[in-house]
T-cell receptor, first 114, second 113 residues
């Protein structure tokens, strides 16, 4: 089955700096790659996603890039703010008709310091 | 913004007892899921459900687990005989299409003692 690896496990940046989180996946059939932000004790919230027919997507300070050949995708957060502090999870998904499941990475704890 | 609603938010149960976790997916969504997250770990897929049938399940989803859509709005996860290792946060999710736009509920924290 699909395996998603995520690095780094923790990341500390100063406010205003950029943060980059990287994920690799194993199954070349995966075609959907969402990123979730999870604050302590709360639900994962979708912050951005990308489909396999697109190489890059941007939404204000957040961008995701996908390299299908290398089977990796990355989350970029620019001009980080203290409220960006959270755990970020990447995920990969294959849709097979009516079945789909998200395989999550192990998470990155992002700490934005003042 | 539409939400996926889960009840209860926290459930404590004794080992060996049955528990039912409840979810109300977003009304126009057709695909439903359960995931779990053991404290401090990643989110893990349990089961997906469409058209009143399980469409995929993980190795975690053994015979102790079952899902049901008892009426037009609820989606439930039953654990027949809970074990200590079932202690986790259980998230329900729903989506309009099978591979896009999941919305997660706020979770049920299950503690087995």
């Amino acid at each position: 089955g699909e395996n998603v690896e995520q690095h780094p496990s923790t990341l500390s940046v100063q406010e205003g700096d950029s943060a980059v989180i990287k994920c690799t996946y194993s199954d070349s059939a995966s075609n959907y790659f969402p990123w979730y932000k999870q604050e302590l004790g709360k639900r994962p919230q979708l912050i951005i996603d990308i489909r396999s027919n697109v190489g890059e997507k941007k939404d204000q300070r957040i961008a995701v890039t996908l390299n299908k050949t290398a089977k990796h995708f990355s989350l970029h957060i620019t001009e980080t703010q203290p409220e960006d502090s959270a755990v970020y999870f990447c995920a990969a998904s294959i849709s097979l008709g009516t079945a789909s499941k998200l395989t999550f990475g192990t998470g990155t704890r992002l700490q934005v310091t003042l | 913004e539409p939400e996926v609603t889960q009840t209860p938010s926290h459930q404590v149960t004794q080992m060996g007892q049955e528990v039912i976790l409840r979810c109300v997916p977003i009304s126009n969504h057709l695909y439903f899921y359960w995931y779990r997250q053991i404290l401090g770990q990643k989110v893990e897929f349990l089961v997906s459900f469409y058209n009143n049938e399980i469409s995929e399940k993980s190795e975690i989803f053994d015979d102790q687990f079952s899902v049901e859509r008892p009426d037009g709005s609820n989606f439930t996860l039953k654990i027949r005989s809970t074990k200590l290792e079932d202690s986790a946060m259980y998230f329900c999710a729903s989506s309009e299409t099978p591979n896009y736009g999941y919305t997660f509920g706020s979770g049920t924290r299950l503690t087995v003692v």
